[in-house]
């Protein structure tokens, strides 16, 4: 059994960046693609970015393009989320995930609350 852990969330200005972390414990998920969600109040949850096994593929969802960046260390068993270039839009709750198959997740964090202020 996997358990996923979120960190790094707060309140940040327009512009602004942050580091979220996602540490897994339990097993190793160095065998498993690894993803990041976001959902905002009132909004169902989205597919913000995603990492393969080995930390070479990476795809990302169109709004966060060229400002998120996504990355593993297969040492501590962890997965981030450098978010760069902050915006309103972007706040949200996000929480990472196995991806279990394509397009199909697992073992959900309880997620870290992003707020970008205007």
């Known amino acids: 059994q996997v358990q996923l852990i979120e960190s790094g969330g707060g309140l940040v200005q327009a512009g602004g960046s942050l580091r979220l972390s996602c540490a897994a414990s339990?097993?190793?998920?160095?065998?498993?693609?690894m993803a990041w969600h976001r959902q905002a109040p009132g909004k169902e949850r989205e597919f913000v970015s995603a990492v393969n096994w080995s930390g070479r593929v990476t795809r990302y969802a169109d709004p966060v393009k060229g400002r998120f960046t996504i990355s593993r260390d297969r040492t501590k068993n962890t997965v981030y989320l450098q978010m760069d270039a902050l915006k309103p839009e972007d706040t949200a709750v996000y929480s990472c995930a196995v991806e279990l198959r394509k397009n199909y997740y697992g073992y959900w964090g309880q997620g870290t609350q992003v707020t970008v202020s205007s």
């Open positions: 339990g097993r190793t998920i160095n065998d498993y693609d």
